[in-house]
């Protein structure tokens, strides 16, 4: 991997645990998120319109997308309004590669190393001391189940959009289109939840969606684009970084508590992550 896209990448990092802390500061979670998606949608309309269309075989890979987004952000939304950003955001993130960890155990022929094995434990360790800090604070258990399954469709939509992208040949036109399969499905998901006031929001929580969503774009789009020059593995390991920003922004910004175990199990979630990648 060069500089460059390591740069990219770790920008890419702050950018992400950034637009969640937008959302998190928003009164209506699923009001932030499903402004947020409105906006990405828009800005993917705008580029696909200077971008060639998909070819055939890249349509069922922009659905796949589409939905696998719209569904980690339903359980981010629920996570978020049960539990703080230093505590949703590295379960969401840190469970996602070690679903997919596992899962290759069971499910791919790929053989795996024994520092893999050590990285999944790792992860797992990390991630029981975060969901432990649950119980002995006080905060709502509810948001666990939100959280993994937030991690869970992390976990499919990093390795379809990998691939789609790979197969689509241009990141930018993969981008633009997911995001506008995702505002279709999200928006419809949101208004079968909440009905349609769901959109109904101030002028300022348009403005915190609106910045969430221009961050989140960024992010995405440089994080896709990086697996187009680098290992998909290698850039979602470094991509985690975010979990890091995303604590000191929730303990800096937010004034969430912060206690020795939750630091060290962030450290040990992020820490797995990048054991299990090389």
Same mark, same amino acid.
């Given at each position: 991997?060069?500089?460059? $896209?390591?740069?990219?990448?770790?920008?890419?990092?702050? @950018?992400?645990?950034?637009?969640?802390?937008?959302?998190?500061?928003?009164?209506?979670?699923?009001?932030?998120?499903?402004?947020?998606?409105?906006?990405?949608?828009?800005?993917?309309?705008?580029?696909?319109?200077?971008?060639?269309?998909?070819?055939?075989?890249?349509?069922?890979?922009?659905?796949?997308?589409?939905?696998?987004?719209?569904?980690?952000?339903?359980?981010?939304?629920?996570?978020?309004?049960?539990?703080?950003?230093?505590?949703?955001?590295?379960?969401?993130?840190? =469970? /996602?590669?070690?679903?997919?960890?596992? &899962?290759?155990?069971?499910?791919? /022929?790929?053989?795996?190393?024994?520092?893999?094995?050590?990285? #999944?434990?790792?992860?797992? @360790?990390?991630?029981?001391?975060?969901?432990?800090?649950?119980?002995?604070?006080?905060?709502?258990?509810?948001?666990?189940?939100?959280?993994?399954?937030? %991690? !869970?469709?992390?976990?499919?939509?990093? @390795? !379809?959009?990998?691939?789609? +992208?790979? #197969?689509?040949?241009?990141? +930018?036109?993969?981008?633009?289109?997911?995001?506008?399969?995702?505002?279709?499905?999200?928006?419809?998901? %949101?208004?079968?939840?909440?009905?349609?006031?769901?959109?109904?929001?101030? &002028?300022?929580?348009?403005?915190?969606?609106? &910045?969430?969503?221009?961050?989140?774009?960024?992010?995405?789009?440089? =994080?896709?684009?990086?697996?187009?020059?680098?290992?998909?593995?290698?850039?979602?390991? !470094?991509?985690?970084?975010?979990?890091?920003?995303?604590?000191?922004?929730?303990?800096? $910004?937010?004034?969430?508590?912060?206690?020795?175990?939750?630091?060290?199990? /962030?450290?040990?979630?992020? &820490?797995?992550?990048?054991?299990?990648?090389?």
């Amino acid at each position: 991997m060069s500089v460059t $896209v390591l740069l990219a990448v770790l920008a890419a990092a702050f @950018l992400h645990a950034g637009w969640n802390a937008l959302v998190k500061a928003g009164g209506n979670k699923l009001t932030n998120m499903a402004i947020l998606t409105l906006v990405q949608g828009a800005l993917g309309a705008v580029i696909v319109f200077t971008r060639p269309l998909p070819a055939n075989e890249v349509w069922v890979w922009l659905i796949a997308s589409g939905l696998t987004h719209s569904a980690y952000k339903l359980f981010l939304s629920y996570a978020y309004e049960q539990g703080d950003l230093s505590r949703v955001y590295p379960i969401a993130r840190g =469970a /996602a590669p070690m679903i997919v960890a596992v &899962a290759g155990i069971f499910m791919l /022929a790929d053989r795996i190393k024994p520092t893999e094995y050590l990285g #999944i434990f790792v992860i797992g @360790l990390g991630i029981l001391m975060m969901a432990r800090g649950v119980y002995q604070s006080g905060e709502s258990r509810r948001l666990l189940p939100f959280a993994l399954g937030s %991690a !869970i469709a992390t976990a499919s939509y990093s @390795l !379809i959009d990998g691939l789609g +992208a790979r #197969i689509a040949g241009d990141a +930018a036109m993969f981008v633009a289109w997911m995001f506008l399969f995702d505002a279709g499905f999200f928006s419809l998901a %949101a208004i079968g939840l909440r009905g349609r006031p769901v959109f109904s929001a101030s &002028a300022r929580e348009w403005r915190i969606g609106a &910045a969430a969503a221009f961050a989140s774009y960024a992010a995405y789009a440089i =994080a896709v684009w990086a697996m187009t020059r680098a290992p998909i593995a290698l850039v979602t390991s !470094i991509r985690e970084t975010s979990i890091l920003f995303a604590v000191l922004i929730g303990w800096l $910004v937010f004034g969430e508590r912060m206690h020795k175990g939750k630091a060290i199990a /962030a450290f040990l979630i992020v &820490a797995g992550i990048v054991v299990t990648r090389f």
